[in-house]
């Protein structure tokens, strides 16, 4: 017996670039109270310089943020709402239901632990359903923490402080003299990422990204393009039941003036600057190696040798997969000739 099987259309993901005040705003909150990695930021010094002039109310609420990691809830509740201004987030904040608000701030794990996730959610009063789904992140640097916070602290104080947080960033970040030419730069971005070719989704990810691979994932039918200025250099990644959210940096040339040298220019002079990452440098370029085995090579502890591997990561020179580190050769390449070209030495 033959069977006619009708072509059926390929199915991929959506991809748009969606950028606004409320997701610089919420990046910034996220970007300063991110501990671990906040000293490779080009903003790093920038705020250190603010935070002579923040308020004691925003500098005890970026604190606590820091603490209980709830950025990542701010993150995950404006992807939901998608709110254009400030003021449409906090009503947000105030008029949804807890379980609601619960469906959006409890991470999704993967398909195999959904159920327990929805339970979860149903049952938010049962605080102990939550230390049992906070299991699954065990280990995770900051997940399996927020979870078990969610059940923890009562919903109305962590929505108080998800509300004074943003208020008060908001309040200062816009009175600094930079913040207009941030916000015309976010809109320059998604202007110029209208109309993507959505038959070539992983293509177009990749170039507006600046670089970044992306796999298609199981369930996922939306990828959100994210640019933003507080996490530069970084892309960042947070997926939820449907969504990849990709948060990448805004182009440099919306940013700088005539004559400023490139952020990708000063960010790699100062991770050379080292003869320790020089000498990292030096030992990847020789082949790929894990923390473990620079530990070993160089005699030093791994949270020291991590701590200088980001700088050279921030600066592109470096790579790593999986706990091994590999020296980006064809951007060292590149970049060698990058003085040059900024001087006008290039005949």
Same mark, same amino acid.
């Given at each position: ?119 979860? /959610? ?16 065990? *280990? ?37 003299? /930079? ?43 939306? /990828? ?99 706990? /091994? ?11 060698? *000739? ?10």
């Amino acid at each position: 017996m033959n069977y006619f099987l009708a072509s059926q259309p390929e199915e991929t993901v959506n991809v748009t670039v969606e950028s606004s005040e409320v997701w610089e705003i919420l990046l910034g909150i996220s970007g300063y109270t991110y501990a671990q990695l906040r000293h490779t930021f080009e903003l790093d010094e920038q705020w250190k310089t603010w935070r002579n002039t923040m308020s004691p109310e925003l500098l005890e609420a970026l604190h606590e943020i820091q603490e209980t990691n709830l950025w990542y809830g701010l993150l995950l509740l404006q992807n939901h709402w998608g709110a254009a201004t400030v003021q449409d987030f906090l009503n947000g904040l105030d008029q949804e239901s807890h379980q609601s608000l619960y469906e959006v701030l409890l991470p999704y794990y993967g398909q195999k632990s959904e159920a327990d996730r929805k339970d979860t /959610v149903i049952n938010h009063t049962d605080k102990t359903r939550f230390a049992r789904y906070a299991e699954f992140f065990k *280990g995770h640097d900051y997940l399996e923490g927020y979870v078990r916070l969610l059940g923890e602290r009562a919903l109305e104080d962590i929505l108080s402080l998800m509300k004074a947080v943003t208020k008060e960033w908001h309040n200062f970040i816009r009175s600094q003299p /930079v913040w207009e030419k941030w916000v015309q730069a976010l809109m320059y971005e998604e202007k110029e990422n209208q109309g993507l070719n959505q038959s070539h989704a992983m293509e177009e990810i990749k170039r507006i990204t600046g670089g970044a691979e992306y796999v298609p994932e199981p369930s996922v039918w939306n /990828v959100k393009l994210v640019p933003h200025v507080s996490y530069r250099p970084w892309v960042l990644s947070l997926r939820t039941v449907d969504t990849k959210l990709l948060f990448y940096p805004v182009k440099e040339e919306y940013l700088n003036e005539r004559g400023q040298p490139s952020s990708s220019l000063i960010r790699g002079h100062k991770a050379l600057g080292d003869e320790l990452r020089l000498q990292l440098l030096h030992t990847l370029v020789q082949g790929q190696s894990s923390l473990q085995e620079l530990s070993g090579k160089f005699h030093m502890s791994k949270t020291t040798l991590h701590h200088q591997l980001s700088i050279l990561k921030s600066a592109g020179l470096v790579s790593a997969d999986k706990g /091994v580190y590999r020296a980006n050769t064809e951007t060292l390449r590149r970049f060698s *000739g990058k003085l040059d070209e900024y001087l006008g030495l290039k005949g």
